[in-house]
């Protein structure tokens, strides 16, 4: 059963950073694609960015290019998302996802972890 945990969000000040976490078990993710989406209030679901399990490659929505970087701890079957240079636009529940490369929904979720950028 594959099962996706994410953890470190919290209150911030603009300007400042968040590292999140994703747990990912269940399976082996080589093979995977990996990727971040948030929801703010009121919004639909955004997604943030992805990285391949298995190459590593990334790629991230305009509105954080620059600011957030993904990366992969293999050993640790984890999935991290730097976050600097926080806005208020930036609030938002973050959640992890997972779907085959092969594939162009994701099938697995994390709950989520809430965000909050305080001015």
């Known amino acids: 059963q594959v099962q996706l945990v994410e953890s470190g969000g919290g209150l911030v000040q603009a300007g400042g950073s968040l590292r999140l976490s994703c747990a990912a078990s269940g399976r082996t993710f080589s093979g995977y694609v990996m990727g971040w989406f948030r929801q703010a209030p009121g919004k639909e679901r955004e997604f943030v960015g992805r990285?391949?399990?298995?190459?590593?490659?990334?790629d991230y929505a305009d509105s954080v290019k620059g600011r957030f970087t993904i990366s992969r701890d293999n050993a640790k079957n984890t999935m991290y998302l730097q976050m600097n240079s926080l806005n208020v636009e930036d609030t938002a529940v973050y959640s992890c996802a997972a779907r085959s490369i092969v594939s162009r929904e994701y099938a697995y979720w994390g709950q989520g972890t809430q965000v909050t950028v305080s001015s």
């Open positions: 990285i391949s399990w298995s190459t590593g490659y990334t």
